[in-house]
């Protein structure tokens, strides 16, 4: 089953399995990310937002601009998908912000703020292992362990360095891959 509205398309398959993959076309976006997403950016090329949802019990992808004016809304709208998991319940808030801080430091020091560049996010629901989420940039990638530690006195009144630190905190297991420029975050049931 395929769906479009203006620049978004959305592609749900349906598995044989008893809980059908939820059709996220009946999700609409919120209107500034559609505003957003029919303007045009630099090179001719139209910006969109894509979102898969491939056969598992919940599985999407969202692909967006690189432009820090999409997180709200696009978290919004991801958090209502992830809001009908069955687990959900209670850790709301902890996937919310785990999730707005990694798409920040995507857009931020992966794609330089260039809203040219992709960022990829892609959310699973495993049935015995919660949900994973994972955040992926173009960007060359960063060592989370050269990171200074936002609780350490010299660091206190910084206005900036925290989001690793409170993806940590907030998610269950947090994992990094090509060269950082992909976060993997899992919350358990």
Not at 85 to 110: D, P
Not at 120 to 141: F, K, N, Q
Not at 146 to 163: A, F, I, K, N, V
Request: glycine share 4%; net charge negative; hydrophobic share 40%.
């Amino acid at each position: 089953m395929s769906s479009s509205f203006g620049d978004v398309s959305c592609a749900c398959q349906q598995p044989l399995a008893h809980r059908v993959t939820r059709n996220i076309a009946a999700y609409p976006l919120p209107s500034p990310v559609q505003r957003i997403l029919k303007s045009p950016i630099e090179n001719d090329q139209s910006p969109s937002l894509e979102a898969n949802a491939p056969a598992s019990p919940t599985h999407f992808e969202v692909t967006l601009p690189a432009d820090v004016a999409l997180i709200s809304p696009v978290v919004s709208w991801v958090m209502r998908l992830v809001s009908d998991m069955e687990f959900a319940a209670a850790k709301e808030f902890e996937i919310e912000l785990a999730l707005r801080e990694a798409l920040a430091n995507a857009i931020t020091h992966g794609c330089q703020g260039d809203s040219a560049k992709k960022v990829e996010i892609s959310i699973s629901e495993e049935r015995a292992r919660g949900i994973l989420m994972v955040v992926r940039d173009p960007g060359r990638g960063f060592d989370p362990a050269t990171l200074p530690c936002p609780t350490d006195q010299e660091q206190l009144y910084s206005d900036h360095g925290r989001g690793i630190y409170l993806i940590h905190q907030l998610m269950d297991e947090v994992k990094y891959e090509r060269n950082g420029s992909e976060i993997q975050m899992r919350k358990y049931r």
